[in-house]
């Protein structure tokens, strides 16, 4: 099975720029959740979705951040504009419904913002 | 509060001998635990997991332990090799979310 898909795996973008990082969870899972992690905040959980519903978002850093799951097979991260601090790598992870199912990440995006 | 921290930020051991990391935990709450493992640009791998009305598990050279009066996780990994060196996160399930420690460098000498 293939796991948790995630495109691109790195992009460079200047500063004000539209960022887009795409999801495609494993067949199957209908939770998903999207993480950023830095070496100053470790792993930051920014949003998960359950039945492409958005459950809670508490973790998105500000309005510039958005998420939508239009199917159980994909979803994407916006960043609108883009700022140096946005910086980090951001995970994509799924699992079946319930909190006490393991999630499985992706390889995750490297973005990084000049 | 909401905080999962790990005891050590590196720990260091040699090829063969066996490796403790350790996590604190904070939400009494918290029914289930899980350890992951990433290595160098790659997302988290699972490991291990143990739901609360266990205390101990085993895997594949790997055994998690929980000790809930203490609010104490801690991943034993048995004769550890070059390929485990990564860092490893411990992380509790409090309301529908996991919510992850810092970590823990494995490094492991030749």
């Known amino acids: 099975d293939a796991g948790v898909i995630q495109s691109p795996r790195h992009e460079v973008t200047e500063m004000g720029q539209e960022v887009t990082l795409r999801c495609k969870p494993i067949s199957g899972h209908n939770s998903l959740f999207w993480y950023r992690q830095t070496m100053m905040r470790g792993l930051e959980l920014l949003i998960y979705f359950n039945n492409n519903v958005p459950i809670d978002d508490s973790g998105m850093p500000e309005d510039r951040f958005s998420a939508k799951m239009p199917n159980a097979s994909f979803s994407t991260l916006k960043i609108q504009p883009s700022e140096p601090r946005d910086s980090a790598v951001y995970f994509c992870?799924?699992?079946?419904?319930?909190?006490?199912?393991?999630?499985?990440f992706g390889p995750g995006t490297r973005l990084l913002v000049l | 509060g909401e905080s999962v921290g790990l005891h050590l930020p590196t720990l260091s051991v040699q090829e063969g001998d066996n490796s403790i990391i350790n996590c604190a935990y904070s939400?009494?709450?918290?029914?289930?635990f899980i350890w992951y493992k990433q290595e160098s640009g790659k997302g988290p791998q699972f490991i291990i997991d143990?739901?609360?009305?266990?205390d101990k598990r085993q895997g594949q050279r790997v055994t998690v332990l929980l000790n809930k009066t203490v609010k104490h996780l801690s991943l034993q990994i048995a004769a550890t090799q070059p390929g485990d060196s990564a860092v490893y996160f411990c992380?509790?399930?409090?309301?529908?979310?996991?919510?992850f420690g810092q970590g823990t460098t494995l490094q492991v000498k030749p």
């Open positions: 939400n009494s709450a918290s029914d289930y």
């Open positions: 992380a509790e399930t409090y309301t529908g979310k996991l919510i």
């Open positions: 143990i739901r609360s009305n266990m």
């Open positions: 992870a799924s699992t079946q419904a319930g909190s006490q199912e393991t999630q499985y």
